[in-house]
Nanobody, 125 residues
Framework: QVQLVASGGGLVQAGGSLRLSCVAS????????MGWFRQAPGKEREFVAG????????KYADSMKGRFTISRDNAKNTVYLQMNSLKPEDTAVYYC??????????????????WGQGTQVTVSS
């Protein structure tokens, strides 16, 4: 049974940093594309960042480039999202996801097969 458990969210002031973690069980992340999405109140879930095992490439949404970094620890079956220079508009529930293919990093959430429970990130101004 595949399980993704996200953690690391919290309350932080604007300009601060947080690191989210996603521990995967029931799958080996080296065979999957892993992604982070977020959903703010009243808004659709949107792509944040993804990492691809096949060629270790990464992809970021434009508004996160230069501020967020996605990485993985294969030995721990864990994916991280380091978030720096946080802004109030980054406030959302952040979800970890996995796609049953090591190729490509789609930004469409429908391309992902498994989802974690989400972790709340709140950035105060």
């Amino acid at each position: 049974q595949v399980q993704l458990v996200a953690s690391g969210g919290g309350l932080v002031q604007a300009g601060g940093s947080l690191r989210l973690s996603c521990v995967a069980s029931g799958l080996t992340i080296t065979s999957f594309t892993m992604g982070w999405f977020r959903q703010a109140p009243g808004k659709e879930r949107e792509f944040v960042a993804g990492i691809n095992w096949h060629d270790t490439s990464t992809k970021y949404a434009d508004s996160m480039k230069g501020r967020f970094t996605i990485s993985r620890d294969n030995a721990k079956n864990t994916v991280y999202l380091q978030m720096n220079s946080l802004k109030p508009e980054d406030t959302a529930v952040y979800y970890c996801s996995a796609r049953r293919s090591p190729f490509g990093i789609p930004i469409d959430l429908n391309e992902y097969n498994y989802w974690g429970q989400g972790t709340q990130v709140t950035v105060s101004s």
